[in-house]
């Protein structure tokens, strides 16, 4: 069937069906475009010709090129012109009563063998192609923002497309050069069935203000190397857009967290639907444009009195630990490391002057740099030895009894206004603070694994956190290279909250048989441009940790969407734990 196509149809020249027509014209076929009047015409041929110049600046065509692509595409603005098409393909607005009179009006006018594909990326299909007298030739191919550039395409087979229209329309999405995965027809498909919850999570959190839109947006491209935070790219996205997926998928799947925000209705009832109307949840200097203008959320911190932290004090010998240790003694803080053992503190030494020699041969380090920062770290045993610092970081094993512990002797020992940092990623840091009797000098900072290269830190506040301690984390997490975000004392506080019920929606829909594992990491990562797919990153971070911060969010929230998947729960239990067992979603050889 693919190679039969020649002549494309689109319907509706906005942003997506642009880079459609686009796409089909690169690859040498003739395209149909179709808008509801000139004035869209004249939109969508812009939306083209500024692409396509892009590309010519950019080196991707030359002036021939370019030229031959803009000739293969011509417009109209009646369904008739479609008469001839081979395939066409919908993108008008995510409206189903708009989609169906479309394909219904088109089922009468194009040629009976001719396949009927919607771009719609929320919607169902099956509902749409009932609207034709050939629901067998119907199927989804939702593209992705923006098309000539995103490589991930969701061919969406209905219960009754003929199993030929989806082979001949898969071959036909890689003769585009695209990436096809093939899926049932359910709300979200894929991607948006996973990234629209996360992102509606998000918006409930800037919502109850507990971060600011900048450190939302901060801790998911500096924790997890998202190519965007969740509230700009919700702008990019466009906010109408995206309540009208998450109220199709609600109304399909009845789960809460795929209820639209109401901040979200507000939003665009007052106008701001993002950056196609110069703002959103940031202010734009034009419409379509992505340069912000407004400046970034006040705070308080900048005007606090900070305290002085000159020696700091490191408990543990993990890997976070003798992370921070290189973080603090690269910037010049002398470090104090304490051990259970001496045997122990001499390995964690070991452990910092490994990491800082590959710096040293990898050119990032001199030698004489190298040894100034080993010298700066004073191994000891005992917690007296901590008497002068300034600050210190606990940083042990992620069991609570063991950190109360941990700050019950601090307590005991550090000075009156030293302050007592957790490195903690889960536990309630107030439970930390309740085990001393200075809980005001009490603050979570969490790091990043690897700590000496990943740039966040999370300062979290307790209720009891004093605003000068919070002010001094801020400070110090800026002068040792790192990007302090805020936020309260809630479990997993911005960046796990945001991230494990995303990957846990991954597994759900992995053990509904709905995609299989490896479907679904490319969807995110060549859809959405993620770093790595779901389940890659669960195998890397260990199944048992993820399920112990899943239980520890559901436990907090009593949220059934977080409730963590059997299956996830089963792996554990079979001890598939990940890349550290050999096993986890994958079998890995070494």
Do not use: W
Not at 57 to 71: M, P, Q, T, V
Not at 165 to 180: D, I, N, Q, S, W
Not at 215 to 244: H, K, S, V
Not at 554 to 564: I, K, L, Q, S
């Amino acid at each position: 069937m693919t190679s039969g196509i020649t002549k494309v149809g689109v319907v509706g020249l906005g942003t997506m069906g642009s880079g459609i027509a686009e796409v089909l014209a690169r690859s040498g076929l003739d395209v149909v475009g179709v808008e509801i009047d000139s004035a869209g015409i004249a939109r969508g041929r812009g939306h083209i010709e500024h692409s396509t110049a892009r590309a010519l600046s950019g080196g991707k065509l030359d002036e021939a090129g370019r030229a031959e692509l803009l000739g293969r595409i011509s417009y109209g603005t009646a369904l008739a012109d479609l008469a001839e098409v081979d395939l066409v393909i919908e993108a008008v607005p995510e409206s189903l009563e708009l989609k169906a009179e479309v394909f219904a009006q088109l089922d009468k006018i194009v040629k009976p063998e001719a396949v009927f594909a919607s771009n719609t990326s929320s919607l169902s299909v099956t509902e749409i192609g009932v609207h034709t007298a050939r629901p067998g030739k119907v199927v989804g191919l939702h593209f992705f923002n923006p098309a000539p550039v995103l490589g991930f395409v969701e061919v969406v087979r209905t219960v009754v497309t003929e199993p030929d229209v989806v082979a001949g329309v898969v071959a036909f999405a890689e003769r585009l050069g695209k990436t096809p995965v093939v899926i049932g027809d359910r709300a979200g498909f894929i991607a948006n069935a996973l990234l629209f919850g996360y992102l509606n999570h998000a918006v409930r959190m800037f919502e109850q203000r507990y971060a600011t839109r900048e450190d939302l947006d901060a801790a998911m491209r500096y924790g997890c190397g998202y190519p965007m935070g969740p509230l700009a790219l919700l702008d990019l996205i466009g906010l109408d857009t995206a309540y009208e997926i998450l109220d199709s998928m609600y109304h399909q799947s009845r789960n809460r967290l795929h209820a639209p925000a109401p901040l979200l209705k507000q939003m665009i009832t007052a106008g701001l639907l993002g950056r196609k109307s110069g703002r959103g949840f940031y202010t734009y200097d034009a419409p379509d444009s992505p340069v912000v203008t407004d400046s970034a959320t006040g705070s308080s911190i900048v005007d606090t009195p900070v305290r002085e932290v000159r020696k700091v004090g490191v408990v543990g010998t993990g890997t976070m630990a003798t992370g921070i240790v290189e973080v603090f003694a690269k910037r010049g803080h002398d470090v104090v490391l304490r051990a259970r053992t001496a045997e122990k503190a001499e390995a964690a030494v070991a452990k910092v002057a490994k990491s800082v020699g590959r710096a040293v041969r990898k050119g990032k380090l001199s030698e004489s740099d190298a040894a100034a920062v080993l010298a700066r770290i004073t191994p000891v045993t005992e917690f007296a030895e901590l008497s002068e610092v300034d600050l210190v970081v606990e940083a042990v094993a992620e069991e609570l009894a063991v950190k109360q512990e941990v700050f019950a002797a601090l307590d005991a020992v550090a000075r009156p206004g030293a302050i007592l940092a957790t490195t903690t990623s889960s536990l309630p840091v107030i439970e930390c603070a309740a085990a001393t009797g200075r809980p005001a000098d009490v603050v979570g900072l969490h790091f990043f694994n690897p700590a000496p290269v990943m740039k966040l830190v999370e300062v979290v506040h307790t209720i009891a956190t004093a605003p000068d301690v919070v002010a001094t984390a801020h400070q110090l997490c800026e002068l040792i290279g790192k990007h302090p975000v805020h936020c309260g004392d809630r479990a997993g506080f911005i960046v796990n909250a945001l991230l494990f019920p995303y990957l846990n929606d991954a597994v759900k829909m992995l053990e509904g048989h709905y995609a299989d594992a490896a479907d679904i990491d490319t969807a995110m990562k060549v859809g959405c441009g993620l770093p790595m797919g779901p389940f890659e990153l669960l195998d890397v971070v260990g199944l048992d940790v993820s399920l112990a911060i899943e239980r520890t969010l559901y436990n907090e929230f009593r949220e059934e969407g977080f409730a963590p998947a059997p299956l996830l729960e089963h792996l554990v239990t079979a001890g598939r734990l990940g890349r550290k067992t050999g096993k986890g979603f994958k079998d890995y050889t070494n």
